[in-house]
């Protein structure tokens, strides 16, 4: 089965990440998407993060109605910070029915030549890119590469930054996450 892996803290999971992710199971070669839940990414300060249970339980409550979305801890076991190579090889080892490829938006594309072990992952594994609107760079030499496809998916601008803080503010930002997710968000009281 040909798999996207959707990395990310989702802190909190939120409408922008479940169109992206459900574009890219519907309107790609990619069988399923699975949201890997970051323990800590390398690049985030990891007291601004909910606890690992608590995000991973918002992206199960997010995907429990998608029968190509899934959930996935598969990090919370890894030595940490982690880094998308030592996921992607364990993976493959415990999964080797798979053929797993990235999912990524394009901001993160300037960035990936910094990454852990990129020139190997690039080598190994397709990339899968969605647009930022917010990008303002020049488009990254990477997309010209033969693993790295530039997917037509819609340009959703919502951040989980931008929800915590309205979370805090007492806005209603029941319309920016699935429903299942804001009411377990709502009922243990995060980010308030």
Do not use: C
Request: proline fraction near 6%; avoid cysteine.
């Amino acid at each position: 089965m040909k798999i996207g892996l959707f990395f990310g803290t989702f802190n909190p999971i939120h409408v922008g990440h479940l169109i992206i992710a459900n574009h890219m199971a519907e309107f790609t070669d990619l069988e399923e998407v699975w949201f890997v839940v970051t323990p800590h990414n390398p690049f985030k300060v990891k007291n601004s993060l909910l606890a690992d249970h608590h995000r991973f339980r918002l992206v199960s409550e997010t995907t429990d109605d998608y029968d190509k979305l899934k959930p996935s801890n598969i990090e919370f076991g890894l030595p940490q910070p982690s880094y998308t190579i030592n996921t992607l090889v364990h993976l493959a080892e415990k999964h080797p029915e798979h053929d797993f490829n990235l999912i990524m938006g394009l901001d993160n594309l300037h960035t990936f030549p910094k990454w852990k072990n990129s020139e190997v992952i690039l080598r190994d594994y397709e990339i899968y890119v969605y647009p930022r609107v917010s990008e303002k760079k020049d488009l990254p030499e990477l997309l010209n590469h033969d693993k790295v496809h530039l997917i037509d998916a819609p340009i959703v601008e919502i951040s989980s930054t931008f929800i915590r803080k309205a979370v805090r503010d007492q806005k209603d930002i029941r319309a920016l996450m699935p429903f299942k997710a804001w009411k377990y968000m709502d009922e243990m009281n995060f980010y308030k």
